[in-house]
């Protein structure tokens, strides 16, 4: 659906606000670098549903009767479905760098590419541990698939794909810079988009080029505060950690 809209409408409205040469090349990284941080969430979620089929087959009660730790069941899922969207979100990432390749864009460098599948792999475990536990919480088909409808809605508004993050009102906006997909977005359009956004503005006047990160989400802000990278990389790890955490629990609770 992002993909559709973006080569549909999105893209030619980004691109003819700048007037730039190279602007175009500049929102293909900014758009890559967003469905980047999309991916592992629905995902995730996606690959999850193993646990609701679980749930509704009667399944999940052969783990409730069997001495597996409430850690180990919490684990396994959580490592399924982080191996899905490690794996899908990387063919996603190949796609993409052939898609920049054809039409002459920029391609990632092996250092670029390291740091994007750093991102990546703190992004999915992050995805992966609180959808999880939203999870946790749902018992049938239709309340996973409402759930997936919702967050694969939702994920382009709170990335700023559909909107960017500076056309928000202010407080939708720092509610969305909270959370650990808009961090993660933030983390894959700097190392992606970085660079080739610095070079669009290096003409322009002074401000210009702070203003357009501020607008597109390279730099998200909590009021008048800018969350550093490595923030952004903590609240990744720190989302990661406590949901984890979280699911264990919800799960001891239902098993007992």
Known sequence: ???GLYAAFLRTAFVSDLEFPGAANVIDLWMIAGLMAVVPVTTSLGALGILVNDKTSGGIRDFAVSPVSPMSMTFGYILASVAVSLLMSVIVLVFCQIYMAAIGG????AVQLVKV???????V???A???FFMVTF????GGHSGL???VGILSGFIVGMYIPLGNLPG??????SAMPMSHSASLFRDIIGGEKTSELFAGAPPGMLSDFRHDMGFDLYAGSWAYEPWVSVAILAVSAAVFFVLAVLNVGRRKA
Do not use: E, H, Q, R
Request: proline share 0%; charged share 5%; no cysteine.
């Open 1 to 3: 659906m992002i993909l």
């Open 106 to 109: 920029t391609v990632l460098n």
């Open 117 to 123: 599948l750093g991102v990546l792999a703190l992004s």
């Open 125 to 127: 475990l992050s995805s």
């Open 129 to 131: 541990s609180v959808l």
């Open 138 to 141: 749902i018992n049938t088909d």
């Open 148 to 150: 997936s409808m919702a």
């Open 171 to 176: 407080a939708v906006a720092g509610v969305f």
